[in-house]
């Protein structure tokens, strides 16, 4: 009994170490690798470059005052749409006091002088019905009576016109009164009542009363590397990507290329405008920031496959074609443009075939 028990307890040792040795082999022994294949497809081909900046309008115009005061009525909001003429702001005179003096003083001078030409006149006027003196000395008279009355008058409305902005004569014109030069959106106001403004002259820019833009002609305002610039013209397309706005593009033509460039970040950049084609009734805020993809070339609608399919040897390019289930030929192909991802085929290659998917090697001649 004890030697049939031996000899059961050392068959198993011996199934089980056949066993293990056997598992440990197959466990070893590599799998066939299993390539997976893709096959070439139609797709538009571009090859572009980007150019960031942003969307603001053609016109955008400071609307500044031309008299110096203080901010008496604001008649506009941002956002708010204007016309050309319409009332922005209105402007409390605050007069210079030596201005002020002076034109008091001319005027009380011009009332004296007016004063005594009249009486002049008067005296002279019953000499000359008289007979007692001759016309031509009572038309000299008559001249410096005129002229005194013109001095009174002027210095009358050049006094009115430093305390209120504007002449006895004018009317309802003033320049107390900030209009809109353009019709447009009010982007901002940077004036309340109460602030004092600097009028718009020779020597200073003045206070800006506003800023009116026109926001249905919008162009898009960015730069472009020196490397890219060479490659670029007026007239090209481009294709816009509003970061406000997702999930749309957006037209444009590229109208302005900067002939110098400037140096930002050590590098040499170059301005660009371009005309943004908006929808009918699309609103877009100004300085939207905007990434902008210049069409440097494209083919619509060719044969192309991924590049990371291709195999490079010497100037030649070729793939792996699938002839027989996990069979594989090399073929040469011709290629033209690729916009990094994909890449177009002129020949070799047909809709049916299926390519070996590797990566992309690169061999030299041995």
Do not use: C, H
């Amino acid at each position: 009994m004890k030697k049939v028990i031996k000899i059961i307890l050392a068959v198993g040792v011996l199934a089980i170490f056949v066993w293990t040795i056997v598992f440990l082999y197959k466990k070893s022994e590599k799998k066939p690798v299993v390539y997976k294949t893709k096959s070439p497809f139609k797709t538009n081909i571009l090859k572009k470059t980007v150019a960031t900046g942003s969307v603001v309008p053609r016109k955008e115009i400071e609307i500044k005052p031309q008299v110096s005061g203080i901010i008496q009525k604001v008649y506009v909001l941002p956002g708010q749409q204007i016309r050309k003429g319409d009332k922005i702001a209105r402007i409390k005179i605050i007069p210079n006091m030596v201005q002020l003096n002076e034109a008091e003083s001319r005027l009380e001078k011009a009332r004296i002088n007016f004063k005594n030409a009249e009486r002049e006149k008067n005296r002279q006027e019953k000499l000359f019905k008289d007979g007692i003196i001759p016309d031509a000395d009572y038309q000299k008279l008559l001249l410096s009576f005129s002229n005194t009355k013109a001095e009174l008058n002027a210095a009358e409305n050049n006094l009115y016109l430093i305390k209120e902005g504007v002449t006895k004569k004018s009317g309802k014109a003033t320049n107390t009164v900030i209009r809109s030069t353009i019709e447009g959106m009010v982007l901002s106001v940077p004036v309340k009542e109460g602030y004092s403004v600097i009028e718009s002259n020779t020597f200073n820019a003045g206070t800006t009363i506003a800023i009116v833009a026109d926001m249905g002609d919008m162009i898009f305002q960015g730069k472009v590397d020196e490397t890219e610039v060479g490659k670029i013209k007026t007239g090209m397309k481009l294709l816009l990507s509003i970061g406000a706005i997702e999930k749309e593009k957006f037209e444009a033509k590229l109208k302005y290329i900067s002939p110098k460039g400037t140096k930002e970040n050590g590098a040499i950049q170059f301005e660009i405008k371009a005309d943004v084609k908006l929808k009918e009734s699309q609103f877009i805020r100004a300085g939207y920031s905007a990434n902008a993809d210049i069409v440097l070339d494209r083919r619509d609608s060719v044969l192309a496959i991924e590049e990371s399919l291709l195999i490079f040897k010497n100037d030649s390019t070729f793939v792996e074609i699938e002839i027989s289930p996990q069979k594989f030929e090399r073929k040469l192909i011709k290629t033209g443009l690729s916009d990094g991802i994909n890449i177009e085929v002129l020949s070799g290659l047909t809709k049916k075939d299926k390519i070996k998917v590797i990566q992309a090697i690169s061999e030299n001649k041995k």
